[in-house]
């Protein structure tokens, strides 16, 4: 049905194809509709698996724009679970601690949305308020759902590697220093023999690989150590599911402590990949220090330490700016919002703010 009565843009009716992964023809429909039929305009649907990894019929390059939808992001959860606390946080205009009220209530939500994550049927189970197993039963069933498209679109070879991979990432992120470790994977595993199944995940959009920076200048992408990278998940919640972390781990277990820090860092790369739509890289200095992630925001170059608690002690970021003098370094916490010279301390729950808070700084 015609979707506009503007006098300024013609009536045009809008077609939706979802799932067009399942078609190549119809993927191919989209020239033609393009050239042929201006009257209409298209929106096509679709999961990474069997569009960009499609090898079956020719793509129509050139007559397609892409938009990268990620999972739902806090702010978008924070905004269905509240209004009132999301335009609390949209009115910050000053580098000040919050109130304790909204503090503790946003921390809620935070807590909230570690457990659901941001794919969207489980994140509508929580904020609906269905309860744990519904919760639970919605990750299960896209974590089914993945199995299955790795058979259905890697070549077979691979679907051992890189269902392998995928199920040690749980592992590779409960280490200390998060760096990926064939080991882990298979006993005796190679780079080589892995590589292919590492491209398969990340080009599916199913992982993040964030690799070593060997040089913090711009750009970062020049410096990159290819051999040292960390893997992270595409969502926060199907992370813990895939950790089979309980649901009421997330409360508070002593017991969830190892394992808590790499859902911040987790959490944090979502945020900072849709909100600034580029992967950061991390740092690490022979040992004596390391940054959680490298961000390259216009020309600057920005260190970001992710604690997921409220003990901050560390000495990378002081090591960092000794070296480097940035001219803004970052910190996850659950401490509150302040500043203390180029430091900037931000709530974790407020990481999809940071681009925000980073021009209140500059002011």
């Not at 781990?249 to 979502?270: P, R, T």
């Amino acid at each position: 049905a015609p979707y506009t009565d503007s006098p300024i843009f013609p009536q045009k009716t809008l077609i939706i194809f979802d799932e067009i992964q399942e078609c190549n023809k119809a993927l191919n429909t989209l020239k033609y509709f393009c050239e042929s039929a201006p009257q209409y305009c298209i929106i096509a649907a679709g999961s990474l698996l069997g569009v960009s990894l499609s090898q079956d019929d020719s793509f129509p390059v050139g007559k397609v724009e892409f938009v990268q939808i990620y999972p739902v992001s806090f702010k978008e959860f924070l905004a269905a679970e509240s209004h009132e606390l999301f335009d609390s946080v949209e009115r910050i205009n000053k580098i000040e601690p919050i109130s304790a009220i909204v503090f503790n209530k946003l921390q809620q939500v935070y807590h909230k949305y570690q457990i659901s994550g941001g794919m969207p049927a489980a994140a509508s189970a929580s904020l609906d308020n269905l309860g744990t197993l519904e919760i639970e039963g919605q990750l299960q069933k896209i974590l089914n759902a993945y199995a299955l498209d790795f058979a259905k679109h890697s070549p077979s070879k691979n679907i051992p590697k890189i269902t392998a991979i995928w199920k040690s990432i749980p592992s590779q992120l409960s280490k200390e220093n998060r760096k990926f470790v064939y080991k882990l994977v298979r006993a005796g595993a190679r780079a080589r023999e892995y590589e292919d199944a590492l491209l398969w995940l990340e080009h599916a959009g199913l992982i993040a690989r964030v690799f070593e920076n060997t040089k913090p200048f711009l750009p970062l992408s020049a410096y990159d150590d290819l051999t040292a990278f960390k893997i992270y998940l595409s969502d926060i919640g199907l992370l813990r599911k895939l950790a089979k972390l309980p649901a009421d781990a997330v409360a508070g277990s002593d017991l969830f402590m190892e394992f808590k820090g790499a859902l911040a860092e987790n959490f944090v790369l979502q945020s900072l990949l849709a909100d600034f739509e580029v992967i950061p890289r991390y740092w690490a200095s022979g040992g004596k220090a390391e940054i959680d992630f490298l961000l390259q925001y216009n020309t600057d170059i920005i260190p970001i330490e992710v604690k997921s608690a409220y003990q901050t002690i560390g000495k990378s970021l002081t090591e960092y700016n000794k070296t480097y003098s940035p001219k803004y370094r970052i910190r996850y916490s659950l401490n509150n919002l302040k500043a203390d010279d180029n430091l900037i301390n931000i709530p974790i729950f407020l990481a999809d703010w940071t681009k925000k808070l980073l021009l209140i700084m500059k002011r």
